[in-house]
């Protein structure tokens, strides 16, 4: 059973330019979260999908960044005209059905953008 | 909102000795989760343990244990006969379980050095 999937694992992008991260949650995973950890910092929690939904996106920046997590296909975090400070490692975790139950989050390896 | 905080940003252990890692968190919530990660050098977000806060019982999974003292908002992590591979950043986590969403909220870490 491969678990969760995220690619690239490291992004280089110019200031301006979009960055697009994937994540493929564990078989018979439908949730999905992204969080962000900045140097010397724990993980921060952005936002948490299921299929075609966005359950909850508190922690989205509110402009810049969106995520999606089609019908077919990888959840996908995407950052418009990234900036110095978007650079951070940024982790994928799925759960199979939370539903109030306390699911144990399983994590990617992460993507590694950097901004230069 | 909850809060997670670890005490200790940084302990060392000598190899096959035992070692406690402080976490203490906030929340008015009744029902939650409590988790345990470990990050090593790879920076893969491994889970180590989980708790239930409705359970008095204190979960273990081999080497590893917790003492979870819910009056004290305590969730303290024990390492047993150290080994050189549990050296890793160690993050606690908190989960609620109400209001449709089951983010994880991150301490800022401990750097575990494990010494042969």
């Known amino acids: 059973n491969a678990g969760v999937m995220q690619n690239p694992r490291h992004l280089v992008r110019r200031r301006g330019q979009e960055a697009r991260l994937r994540c493929s949650p564990m078989k018979g995973h439908s949730h999905v979260y992204w969080y962000r950890q900045l140097p010397e910092e724990g993980l921060k929690f952005m936002v948490y999908?299921?299929?075609?939904?966005?359950?909850?996106e508190s922690g989205m920046p509110k402009e810049r960044f969106s995520a999606e997590f089609p019908k077919e296909g990888p959840s996908i975090l995407r950052i418009q005209q990234v900036v110095r400070g978007d650079s951070a490692a940024y982790f994928c975790?799925?759960?199979?059905?939370?539903?109030?139950?306390?699911?144990?989050?399983?994590f990617g390896p992460g993507t590694r953008l950097t901004v230069l | 909102a909850q809060t997670v905080t670890q005490s200790q940003p940084e302990m060392s252990v000598q190899e096959a000795e035992t070692v406690t890692l402080s976490c203490t968190y906030d929340t008015s919530e009744n029902n939650y989760y409590l988790f345990w990660y470990k990050q090593p050098p790879s920076r893969q977000m491994i889970l180590v343990i989980r708790?239930?806060?409705?359970?008095?019982q204190n979960a273990t999974e081999n080497r590893f244990s917790v003492n979870f003292q819910k009056a004290a908002k305590s969730f303290s992590l024990k390492i047993s006969d150290s080994q050189l591979g549990d050296t890793a950043m160690y993050f606690c986590?908190?989960?609620?379980?109400?209001?449709?969403?089951?983010?994880?909220?991150f301490g800022k870490g401990t750097k575990l050095t494990v010494n042969p």
């Open positions: 999908l299921q299929k075609e939904n966005i359950i909850d």
């Open positions: 708790q239930e806060a409705y359970k008095q």
């Open positions: 986590a908190f989960m609620r379980t109400q209001g449709g969403s089951e983010k994880l909220v």
């Open positions: 975790a799925s759960s199979p059905n939370p539903a109030g139950g306390g699911d144990t989050q399983y």
